[in-house]
Nanobody, 124 residues
């Protein structure tokens, strides 16, 4: 069973960049497809980006395409989310998720393992 720990969140101004990291332990990292979700206050958890086991394929929600990049380093057991040109509407708790299925799933139900989340706040 894999454990996930996110880091890298913070308070930034609109237009700034942040890089989130998610460190995995307790499993074979390369056996899991990974994703980032986010949840703003009063809203449902929302898919942001996903990456397959090898890192060769990715998927993004339309609102972050061209601004966010998901990547992974299987040697370091870590998945990243590079966030550029941040907007106030990106403010949310960001969660890392893992699934044994080699998919680019957009539904939280497709993921078995979750981190505790990291807060990202973008001020205008």
């Amino acid at each position: 069973q894999v454990q996930l720990v996110e880091s890298g969140g913070g308070l930034v101004q609109a237009g700034a960049s942040l890089r989130l990291s998610c460190a995995a332990s307790g499993g074979t990292f390369s056996s899991y497809a990974m994703a980032w979700f986010r949840q703003a206050p009063g809203k449902e958890r929302e898919f942001v980006a996903a990456i397959n086991r090898s890192g060769g394929n990715t998927n993004y929600i339309d609102s972050v395409k061209g601004r966010f990049t998901i990547s992974r380093d299987n040697a370091k057991n870590t998945v990243y989310l590079q966030m550029n040109s941040l907007k106030p509407e990106d403010t949310a708790v960001y969660y890392c998720a893992a699934t044994r299925l080699n998919i680019l799933g957009w539904s939280p139900k497709q993921y078995n393992y979750w981190g505790q989340g990291t807060q990202v706040t973008v001020s205008s």
